[in-house]
């Protein structure tokens, strides 16, 4: 069916996406939270640093010989501070810093608490009733970048994982799904005429009652096809003995009857008569086209059956002009039932003789890959009709609309191609040709082809 879906790539990419998705806001909210616990901790530093630091520094700053002696402390081996200080008094005054810090990156009297600059998270703390102060300057771009690859650490696995994650659900979909796709392939296999219940599948419980259904459906169609055929054969016997008896009759009362007017009216009579014998075939052949099994368990060859049908025009005035182009070995083996491959043949010849040029010939032709190609002579058809002809008592207009016919034998070939899953092709003026008609069927279930052809200008 166009458009369609595999339920088992819809089911393996969409948790593959919404295992990855949940573990992708997972991820993102684990860094949030790591983020504000490397904040605290950060922060704790900071505040820890800071009462260690001032202790020293008061008593350093006291037992200065000089007060009021700004002092940097010297740097042991070189090295990025993260931590940067400045001892103050309550006026601002620098009484001793680190060795790298940048004293505009704080304010210009001390504040104690924390604080966050553009660039800095700040930390100030104070001792001696006040009187000396301590902050402590941490880069905010060093917490970021620590929160980054915090976050980085927790994505990084996702690269592995949601390969890993993919073959894991789509193996175990597909294993889940074993059933059903067993069940899928019983039912592509098996041909278009084969009714007969699907073999039983341990099938999960929401799709059991649908393979109930389907056999229960079939066997409801297996048994409508069954009682049509019956029906058919049924309304073939009884239609065709009073018809026959009829005939006999009246061909019996030509013989009787004087000659006179009567004669004329016994002619018109015989040929209603078996007017309305091949209208009732017809019917019937387009009952059995269209009420299906038309392909058989077993293949057959589709060259003897054409040549039998062709045999059967041997003693009809227009028989002289078959042609017949059939593989000259082997054999061309077909799915389509018998009786529908010599329905379909007729049709396609009966209606090639009736409406085609008289002085032509007609040419029927079986390919080793099993198309069956019926062609004649005369007019073209043209191609607004061309469509129509398949249509039910459909007739071209033209010269030859007159000969007598129902109008029914390109339709029934139409509903043996349709049923038996090909198409019928039409094509006028006929392929290589200036001139002419040409009906095309392939034929369905071919096996192997052979590649000889012969023509055979008669059946003999």
């Known amino acids: 069916?166009?458009?369609s879906t595999s339920l088992q790539r819809r089911l393996g990419l969409g948790l593959t996406l919404g295992v990855s998705l949940l573990w992708l806001l997972?991820?993102?909210?684990?860094?949030?939270?790591?983020?504000?616990?490397?904040?605290?901790a950060f922060d704790s530093a900071m505040e820890e640093t800071a009462q260690r630091i001032l202790p020293l520094a008061v008593t350093e700053i006291v037992n200065r010989e000089l007060p009021g002696l700004s002092q940097q402390i010297a740097m042991l081996r070189p090295h990025t501070e993260m931590l940067?200080?400045?001892?103050?008094?309550?006026?601002?005054?620098?009484?001793?810093?680190?060795?790298?810090?940048?004293?505009?990156?704080?304010?210009?009297?001390?504040?104690?608490?924390?604080?966050?600059?553009?660039?800095?998270?700040?930390y100030g703390e104070a001792a001696v009733s006040n009187t000396i102060f301590i902050e402590v300057a941490e880069p905010l771009a060093h917490r970021q970048e620590t929160a980054r690859q915090a976050v980085m650490a927790l994505l990084a696995p996702l690269l592995l994982l949601i390969p890993l994650s993919l073959a894991g659900?789509?193996?175990?979909?597909?294993?889940?799904?074993?059933?059903v796709l067993a069940y899928k392939t019983a039912i592509e296999t098996r041909g278009a005429g084969d009714l007969s219940p699907v073999t039983q599948i341990a099938l999960p419980e929401e799709i059991e009652p649908v393979a109930q259904a389907?056999?229960?459906?079939?066997?409801?169609?297996?048994?409508?096809?069954?009682?049509?055929?019956s029906f058919t054969a049924n309304s073939a016997h009884e239609l065709r003995t009073p018809l026959a008896a009829?005939?006999?009759?009246?061909?019996?009362?030509?013989?009787?009857?004087?000659?006179?007017?009567?004669?004329?009216?016994?002619?018109?009579i015989e040929a209603l008569l078996q007017r309305l014998a091949r209208l009732s075939e017809k019917l019937m052949q387009l009952a059995k086209a269209e009420g299906g099994a038309l392909l058989a368990t077993e293949p057959h060859n589709a060259v003897a059956v054409i040549r039998l049908v062709a045999s059967?025009?041997?003693?009809?005035?227009?028989?002289?002009?078959?042609?017949?182009?059939?593989?000259?070995?082997?054999?061309?083996?077909?799915?389509?039932?018998?009786d529908a491959v010599a329905i379909l043949v007729r049709n396609l010849i009966e209606n090639a003789l009736k409406y085609g040029d008289e002085t032509q010939p007609v040419r029927v032709s079986l390919s080793s890959e099993g198309r069956v190609r019926v062609s004649n002579g005369g007019p073209p058809v043209p191609a607004d009709q061309l469509a129509?002809?398949?249509?039910?008592?459909?007739?071209?207009?033209?010269?030859?609309?007159?000969?007598?016919?129902?109008?029914?034998?390109?339709?029934?070939?139409?509903?043996?191609?349709?049923?038996?899953?090909?198409r019928l092709v039409l094509s006028s003026p006929a392929p290589g040709q200036s001139d002419g008609f040409a009906a095309e069927v392939m034929l369905p279930g071919i096996m192997p082809p052979t590649d000889a052809r012969q023509s055979v200008p008669w059946i003999t």
């Not at 659900?169 to 059933?179: D, K, M």
């Not at 182009?325 to 018998?338: I, S």
């Open 214 to 229: 389907v056999d229960q459906l079939m066997e409801r169609l297996r048994r409508a096809l069954e009682s049509e055929r």
């Open 246 to 268: 009829a005939l006999a009759q009246v061909q019996r009362l030509r013989q009787e009857a004087p000659e006179t007017q009567w004669q004329q009216r016994i002619d018109h």
């Open 1 to 3: 069916m166009s458009g």
């Open 169 to 179: 659900i789509w193996l175990w979909v597909r294993s889940s799904l074993r059933p």
């Open 388 to 422: 129509g002809l398949t249509a039910r008592f459909a007739r071209a207009a033209g010269a030859h609309v007159s000969r007598p016919g129902a109008g029914l034998g390109l339709a029934i070939v139409d509903a043996i191609a349709s049923g038996a899953g090909t």
């Open 312 to 338: 059967e025009f041997r003693h009809d005035p227009a028989g002289w002009r078959l042609q017949l182009e059939l593989p000259q070995t082997g054999a061309v083996m077909t799915t389509l039932d018998m």
């Open 84 to 122: 940067s200080y400045l001892v103050r008094d309550a006026s601002g005054t620098v009484l001793l810093q680190s060795h790298d810090v940048n004293p505009a990156l704080f304010a210009a009297r001390p504040v104690t608490g924390f604080r966050t600059s553009d660039s800095h998270r700040i």
């Open 26 to 40: 997972a991820t993102l909210a684990s860094g949030v939270v790591v983020s504000n616990e490397l904040d605290a």
